[in-house]
């Protein structure tokens, strides 16, 4: 049985901190807590103080204070500046969290019951494992195939669910090599507590010799496999008779669309075009390509991103 010694030797407040966001949300909650702590110790002495001070049997009822102003403004000031230095700092740290730097490599991770699925951009996939390399963003495109997961690594204190019938992404910059828990946070069904991984922080060059085993169709040329067997050429292309738009460089474009609004061109717009095309019809083109939302699974889904992605990527270093 361990001493209770060396479980307060052991206790740690926050788990391990193995990313770049991890100390920054470490100092943010720190902060909160000990505001938080004083608070709580001060009224509470507060209470106890009064209420022996001013007890019944020691005075008369007291008269009675109408304002004063200095203890007003200063219990209206000092919290206001406390909460702002939160809400600032918290938001802050918000708007790093949901902008992945843009040089970060894209892995797309599907949650099923109960399990992650995850797709590397050059082919590898992996089953509730993710190896990434210490010192590079990642970002990941979110997915789920049935119910919402909720991915959540606690050393790299990030966390985003899974959703299914739109993605979601979250990013990370491992700072640490080693192994780190990976859970699904979200209540999805009787496994839910079984559907855990590890993320894997290998040194860059150990990351490249990881990627280079195996061989691997790249993600993008599956998407092009998928494009093909689909015939999706036959209307996008510059040929068709232009029954459809073209997608050579369809990725992070702005789209017109026939409502008269423009739309950002990313995954989630690409996906929806693909399985609800009338749902956000382009400015020009008629209603004439159908759904696949019955014939391509989510996996061909993200193949598909990941090749008109690829398209749009040759387009702009032409
Ligand atoms: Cu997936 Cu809980």
Redo the contacts with the bound molecule.
């Keep these: 049985m361990p001493q209770p010694f060396t479980i307060l030797a052991t206790l740690r407040l926050f788990p391990e901190a193995a990313s770049t966001l991890a100390p920054r949300t470490d100092w943010l909650f720190t902060y909160l807590m000990i505001v938080a702590v004083f608070f709580t110790l001060l009224i509470s002495a507060l209470i106890v103080g009064f209420a022996v001070k001013y007890r019944r049997s020691r005075r008369p009822a007291a008269d009675q204070t109408v304002s004063n102003l200095k203890l007003e403004m200063l219990w209206i000031v000092i919290p206001l500046v406390l909460v702002l230095v939160a809400f600032t700092w918290g938001a802050q740290l918000f708007v790093d969290y949901s902008s992945p730097p843009p040089g970060a490599r894209t892995v797309y991770v599907i949650?099923k019951?109960?399990m992650w699925k995850v797709y590397h951009p050059e082919g590898h996939m992996e089953n509730n494992q993710l190896h990434v390399a210490r010192g590079r963003p990642v970002r990941l495109t979110l997915m789920s195939d049935d119910?919402i997961?909720?991915f959540f690594v606690p050393a790299f204190r990030v966390k985003r669910d899974a959703v299914p019938g739109m993605y979601t992404t979250l990013w990370f910059e491992p700072t640490r090599t080693g192994r780190f828990d990976l859970y699904?946070?979200?209540?999805?069904?009787t496994n839910?507590s079984r559907?855990i991984g590890e993320i894997v922080v290998l040194e860059p060059e150990a990351f490249e010799q990881w990627l280079s085993e195996g061989e691997d169709i790249p993600l993008a040329e599956q998407g092009r496999r998928v494009f093909a067997q689909f015939g999706c050429g036959d209307c996008h292309s510059a040929t068709s008779g232009k029954r459809g738009p073209a997608l050579d460089d369809l990725f992070g474009r702005r789209v017109q669309l026939a409502s008269g609004e423009t739309v950002l061109a990313d995954e989630n717009y690409i996906r929806e075009s693909i399985l609800n095309p009338a749902r956000r019809l382009v400015a020009g083109y008629e209603e004439l390509m159908p759904t696949y939302e019955r014939q391509l699974d989510e996996e061909s889904v993200i193949a598909l991103v990941a090749y008109l992605k690829s398209l749009s990527q040759e387009a702009s270093s032409k």
Excluded: K, N, P, T
Aim: hydrophobic letters at 30%; aromatic letters at 14%.
């Design positions: 949650g019951q109960w119910v997961h909720s699904c946070a979200e209540y999805c069904g839910h559907m």
